[in-house]
């Protein structure tokens, strides 16, 4: 079983926010989180203590690994080029955004939960209220 995991942070008008990638044998989580004013290197590495499992990450997508060369130069070009690539990859978004479904689908089967049972309810008083009307009370 192979983990890796990233944190990305970078600005979003008009706030600071975080996309925490997990790579787990070929499948990609994203979670997003916003931190509001710019947070120091302590704050970052606070919060990835106090609350990463407490993160909801999104659907596992399937991500091709790819293995790159171990070369010393070629590690140290990878990061210049990371450090230069600001937001999230496609693939993050595609979870992302996965994740935003599924929550607005759960959202409208609560919200129409709910708005049936307030209907049954006034049915039932609607109800009650005839059948005393009946009665002549």
């Not at 203590?49 to 659907?59: A, G």
């Not at 609560?110 to 708005?115: A, N």
Request: hydrophobic share 30%; proline share 4%.
């Amino acid at each position: 079983m192979s983990f890796s995991g990233c944190l990305t942070v970078f600005f979003e008008d008009p706030f600071w926010v975080g996309i925490f990638e997990r790579l787990a044998d070929g499948k990609l989580s994203v979670c997003k989180v916003t931190f509001g004013a710019e947070p120091k290197d302590s704050d970052v590495f606070r919060f990835v203590l106090d609350h990463y499992y407490d993160l909801s990450f999104s659907p596992a997508v399937p991500a091709e690994v790819r293995q790159t060369a171990d070369n010393p130069k070629r590690r140290q070009r990878n990061a210049a080029k990371q450090l230069e690539r600001t937001g999230i990859s496609t693939r993050s978004q595609e979870a992302l955004s996965l994740q935003r479904e599924a929550l607005k689908t759960e959202r409208r089967r609560i919200s129409r939960e709910e708005r049936e049972s307030e209907e049954q309810r006034r049915f039932e008083i609607k109800q009650e209220k005839r059948k005393e009307k009946q009665k002549g009370h």
